[in-house]
């Protein structure tokens, strides 16, 4: 990401698995941290973003690093308030500025609804305020489920997927050339001996020795990296929201989109497919959910195909996105669990031979 100056050694140290001295870094356990706020503060924050204080019903925490609070007011309406990350390379408005943006930018109505409208917020506040989505769960949940992920949804978020990746976005990059994006792998792998002697985690050998057999593949992707389209460059499975009422006028939700950018639209439909893999890696055994992984990956590929147009070759480079996806998993695995585990081995294994040989026949049988 260019956005941020220290991003090309961030990049390599997130892909290539050592670390790094940077300023504010901490472990951060995503649940169990508990967030301290004073309440006087909070009651000026409210002020600043035109929501008064004693209207407020209810404020729910929701998961997250940072503080985010869901807000239910008197007249039954809510918003969702989102602080920046403490963290002081996190500490940003990007997704303050991509959400202003996508009030200009023409997508197809379908694709809007499913994208968050800003309330309030910006700069001076630090915070910004956010429509709500009720009762839904996150796609994360769904895939976790022992069924597959049913077929509405999945044709739906590939029909959201479609329209954000065919919107036209020449005038908003001629305005912001630095939201462009590269693909999240390093263009070299040949370490610094500093960078060997930071290596994460038991099996860094492992990793690293994987990566760097896989060095030509990356310079590929790099030279092949296609920045048509707005991408979301997260598309973790927590990042989808999706009402549990299949009437609901808000189907589902595509949120988060602070690391979001100019980039190839294949990344962000590769990540997602990665994300179905996930959930058969994670129970690796159990049929069931190699089943629903397999059922879930061909219904949202067929329907995005059907709505985009995608040739062989770009069907190639979303399987190796896929792939991409699994080793970035085993990474964090190294960075934070300091052990690959089963489910880290599998992740390096598939990841490279979804590289190797992009079909879904590698993981699908
Ligand atoms: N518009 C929204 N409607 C309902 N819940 C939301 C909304 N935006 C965020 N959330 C909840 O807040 C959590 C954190 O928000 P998110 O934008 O993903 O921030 P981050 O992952 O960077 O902490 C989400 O996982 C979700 O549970
Ligand atoms: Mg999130």
């Known amino acids: 990401m260019i956005h941020n100056p220290g991003a090309e ?10 670390y790094t001295p940077r300023p504010g870094r901490r472990p951060a356990p995503r649940q169990t941290q508990e967030i301290t706020y004073d309440i006087g503060e909070l009651a000026t924050t409210l002020n600043g973003l035109g929501i008064d204080p004693d209207s407020v019903v209810r404020m729910t925490k929701c998961i997250s690093r940072r503080l985010v609070l869901l807000v239910e007011l008197a007249d039954g309406s809510a918003q969702l308030l989102k602080w920046p990350d403490s963290d002081t390379e996190l500490d940003n408005d990007y997704e303050y500025v991509m959400l202003s943006l996508f009030d200009r930018l023409d997508f197809p109505a379908q694709t809007r609804a499913a994208l968050p409208r800003l309330l309030a917020g910006g700069p001076e506040t630090r915070v910004i305020a956010l429509d709500v989505v009720r009762d839904c769960d996150p796609l994360s949940d769904l895939i976790r489920g022992r069924q597959p992920v049913d077929t509405g949804h999945l044709v739906r978020l590939a029909a959201v997927f479609a329209g954000l990746h065919r919107t036209p976005i020449a005038e908003a990059y001629a305005e912001y050339p630095e939201w462009l994006l590269w693909p999240p792998v390093p263009k070299t792998t040949d370490l610094s001996p500093y960078e060997y002697a930071h290596g994460c985690g038991m099996e860094f050998d492992v990793y690293i020795r994987t990566m760097q057999d896989l060095a030509p593949d990356f310079r590929e992707l790099h030279d092949d990296w296609r920045p048509d389209s707005l991408v979301h460059f997260d598309m973790r499975d927590d990042n989808i929201l999706i009402a549990r009422d299949p009437d609901s006028p808000l189907p589902l939700r595509i949120i988060d989109w602070e690391l979001a950018g100019f980039g190839d639209p294949r990344y962000d439909i590769g990540y997602l497919v990665g994300q179905f893999m996930m959930g058969a890696l994670r129970r690796h055994g159990d ?14 590929l067929t329907a995005y195909r059907r709505l985009s147009t995608l040739e062989r070759a770009d069907e190639e480079r979303i399987f190796q996105y896929a792939g991409i996806t699994l080793l970035l998993q085993a990474s964090m695995r190294l960075q934070q669990l300091g052990a690959l585990n089963r489910v880290g081995h599998l992740c390096l294994l598939y990841g490279r031979r979804l590289i190797q040989n992009p079909s879904p026949e590698v993981i699908l049988r």
């Open 287 to 300: 049929m069931n959910a190699s089943t629903s992984a397999q059922r879930n990956i061909r219904t949202f």
């Open 9 to 18: 050694e961030l990049l390599r140290a997130r892909t290539l698995g050592f």
